[in-house]
């Protein structure tokens, strides 16, 4: 087995598990939200764990919508290879019409939602991919996407759209950026390497499972994505928690690291 095969898998997976997920969303429609979100995030883990499991059986799984039981393991934090994943990342907008989508249309739905699919490998990301089904492109470190150029002067920043974080208000007045509101950590992180944006900051709570398989496709094509003090983000502890995160294009990483320094002091 190859690592070039580890990346291949993870981009089928993703892409499989979302074009599921547009499946459910069809056949369920957006009547009852809750019942849409429940049955996308139960399906698509199913889906992943079912195939990781026949596919890469001595390897070890975290995910998102496992239980308490299984996501304390201790055989994960022992293992040379986990799979972190995020069945559906966004869940909240993938149970959201698309403000202005016609009835009948045929995707009616948001389209900042995203599935992860992560390999960490001793200690680091080797693998990744992000479906975004709704966009119909799959980003992965298979073949990462080419950043775009950095044009100097004002820049965007994404955030989040229901819980945007004070702070970045304040830095983006900072250091002359917009603030640009979109669902899904995955979509967030997407946006920067394909030039919607040019950063993305967040704090104030997230876990590994949110990030893991975005920022493996980000430091692959070559952007930077570390805490917000600047540390490096690290996956597989046994607290799953990975509260902040800044992913932007390369150039913009140490203005950005010193007006959230300014703002902490
Ligand atoms: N304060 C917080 N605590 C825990 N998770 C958070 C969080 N803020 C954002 N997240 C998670 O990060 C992902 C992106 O959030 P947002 O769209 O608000 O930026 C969502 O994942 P899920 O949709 O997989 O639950 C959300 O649950
Ligand atoms: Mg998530």
Redesign the pocket.
């Known amino acids: 087995m190859t690592i070039r095969d580890d990346h291949a898998l993870a981009a089928d997976l993703a892409t499989e598990a979302g074009e599921r997920l547009l499946r459910v969303r069809e056949h369920l429609g957006y009547d009852d939200p809750g019942a849409l979100r429940a049955e996308g995030d139960r399906s698509s883990h199913l889906y992943l764990m079912e195939s990781l499991a026949r596919l890469r059986p001595s390897d070890s799984v975290l995910s998102?919508e496992a239980t308490r039981e299984e996501r304390l393991d201790p055989r994960r934090l022992g293992a040379e290879r986990v799979w972190i994943v995020?069945p559906?990342?966004?869940?909240?907008?993938f149970s959201e019409r698309r403000e202005g989508a016609e009835a009948g249309a045929a995707d009616e739905g948001r389209a900042d939602w995203a599935v992860h699919v992560a390999l960490w490998e001793r200690g680091r990301l080797s693998a990744g991919a992000v479906a975004l089904p709704s966009q119909g492109r799959t980003l992965t470190t298979a073949d990462p996407p080419k950043l775009p150029a950095y044009d100097k002067g004002r820049f965007r920043i994404a955030v989040?759209?229901?819980?945007p974080p004070e702070f970045v208000r304040k830095l983006a007045y900072l250091v002359g950026a917009d603030l640009v509101p979109i669902?899904?950590?995955g979509a967030?992180i997407s946006a920067v390497l394909t030039g919607e944006v040019e950063a993305y900051v967040?704090a104030?709570?997230?876990?590994e499972?949110?990030s893991a398989a975005p920022v493996a496709v980000a430091l692959a094509a070559g952007a930077h994505a570390s805490r917000i003090d600047g540390s490096e983000l690290t996956y597989n502890q046994a607290d799953p928690s990975l509260?902040d995160i800044l992913v932007s294009l390369p150039e913009l990483a140490t203005s950005l690291l010193a007006g959230i320094r300014d703002l902490h002091r």
Not at 88 to 93: A, H, K, N, P, V
Request: proline share 4%; net charge negative.
């Open positions: 998102e995020d559906l990342d966004g869940t909240r907008e989040s759209r229901t819980r669902g899904s950590a967030k967040h104030g709570g997230q876990n499972w949110d509260p």
